[in-house]
């Protein structure tokens, strides 16, 4: 009988601590899928049974002599951003696989039912249209419903076998589909054809429903002071409501549709501009920002991780540095595949460990990450794929020393940054500097001579 981890949820993964309970082939925990789906040639003797502790030597790293034989290079690149807690003995944790943080929402749930391999059309980018035109919600959800395709119209009364005629009901000269509805029928081409701007009459009648859509609701010029996007959902939405009226009797008097229509999207754009100055949305200020050298009895530590892909290939760097801005030591670190904030954590835990063995007492450590200065801060769910890091770098954290951690922007953070990237063109691994490295002298200069650079700040 398959054991209960075959046969149930398969967005469920491992968070590995010291590797004991996941399995190293068979459980899902490096990759969106078991590592055994992607061996390439004869499958190593005990595929099933394997833990991941037994291919991880304390002191040594991975085992690759018994692993690069049946991966892909991208695998082994992965491996290397990944290590086994044989300090703490933490567990192996469950956790949701199928979102960023590793917490099991409906959202993530639903989205992992409805994977499909089946090729089919991508319509993410057009519903995010659809739920970012600035319009009323009403007019929004109008608009999904016509995107599915699931407005009931004659047509789709005829498919049914509740009429018995598709025929427009208002022009009878055509079949009521939603395109001939909101577009094609008398009703509403002489609406279109006096406000559609001019750069748009020469496929707005010729595109397809969804083509036409999606070209409209991503138009961002302005027609008469209103976006277009804006313009075209109102009169969308109010062709449907009048063709209703015509078909049911229930029209009211209007003069000039085209003016009540730019109307009512002038005001939606009013309104929309009111709520956005009411205090919800702050300004922002251009500032000049620098790097601030440590306190007085202080090293300051300074560390960035960049990830090209994210997840993609990834590297770290840092640098300590004294009060009056000169170097102490620094590194830079070339981790092989991961993502970006796994990334950034590297640089972390390295930059701790070169202060510990500097024996600093007093470490300022500032980072560019907002989400990874969190996690150092307010802590981590045990779930998270990024906590084996985490926890880490609390083990240094939390010695005998003090340690203040601080966020700060990237124009404060050149020289971490330029080491980060530096560590791209060098082998994989860690890689320690006594001195600075010649390709980031120069912003070692600048930031002791207190250069400064623009950044346009939320107040």
């Not at 996007?229 to 062709?239: D, R």
Request: charged share 25%.
């Amino acid at each position: 009988m398959l054991g209960m981890r075959e046969v149930v949820i398969p967005g469920v993964s491992w968070v590995v601590g010291n590797g004991q309970t996941t399995r190293f082939w068979a459980d899902k925990w490096l990759m969106n899928t078991p590592l055994r789906e992607d061996i390439i040639g004869p499958a190593p003797v005990g595929l099933e049974e394997a833990r991941v502790c037994d291919l991880w030597q304390h002191g040594r790293g991975w085992l690759l002599e018994n692993i690069v034989p049946y991966v892909a290079p991208d695998i082994r690149l992965r491996l290397t951003a990944v290590v086994v807690d044989n300090i703490t003995g933490v567990r192996d944790r469950l956790s949701w696989g199928e979102s960023l943080d590793g917490k099991f929402t409906v959202k993530s749930a639903y989205s992992s039912l409805m994977k499909d391999s089946t090729p089919r059309s991508n319509l993410s980018r057009m519903y995010d249209r659809v739920w970012k035109v600035i319009a009323p919600e009403r007019v929004k959800i109008f608009l999904w419903l016509g995107v599915h395709q699931v407005i009931m119209t004659n047509m789709e009364r005829q498919r049914r076998h509740l009429s018995e005629t598709g025929i427009c009901q208002v022009c009878k000269g055509g079949d009521e589909t939603i395109i001939h509805i909101l577009r094609d029928c008398p009703a509403m081409y002489g609406i279109w054809t006096r406000i559609i701007p001019r750069r748009k009459r020469g496929t707005f009648f010729t595109q397809t429903l969804l083509e036409w859509v999606y070209d409209n609701l991503g138009d961002s010029g302005e027609v008469d002071g209103c976006p277009w996007s804006t313009l075209y959902a109102i009169a969308v939405w109010w062709g449907w409501k009048w063709r209703c009226g015509n078909v049911f009797g229930v029209n009211g008097k209007c003069r000039d549709r085209v003016k009540f229509v730019r109307d009512q999207a002038g005001e939606v754009i009013q309104a929309h501009l009111v709520e956005g100055n009411s205090g919800k949305s702050r300004g922002r200020i251009e500032r000049m920002v620098s790097w601030v050298k440590p306190a007085e009895g202080w090293v300051k530590l300074n560390t960035d991780g960049a990830s090209k892909g994210n997840p993609g290939l990834a590297s770290a760097g840092g640098i300590l540095r004294k009060l009056d801005g000169s170097w102490i030591g620094g590194f830079a670190v070339n981790i092989g595949i991961c993502s970006a904030p796994l990334a950034e954590l590297w640089g972390v835990y390295y930059g701790l460990y070169i202060a510990w063995e500097r024996k600093i007492t007093r470490l300022e450590l500032e980072v560019d990450s907002e989400l990874v200065v969190g996690f150092l801060t307010t802590g981590i769910s045990d779930s998270h794929p990024l906590s084996f890091l985490v926890r880490l770098c609390y083990g240094f954290i939390s010695r005998d020393w003090i340690v203040r951690i601080s966020h700060v922007y990237r124009e404060a953070n050149r020289l971490a940054d330029g080491l980060a990237n530096y560590a791209f063109s060098l082998p994989l691994g860690f890689h320690a500097f006594d001195v600075c490295p010649e390709i980031v002298y120069s912003v070692l200069v600048e930031d002791k001579n207190g250069a400064a650079y623009p950044r346009s700040i939320r107040l």
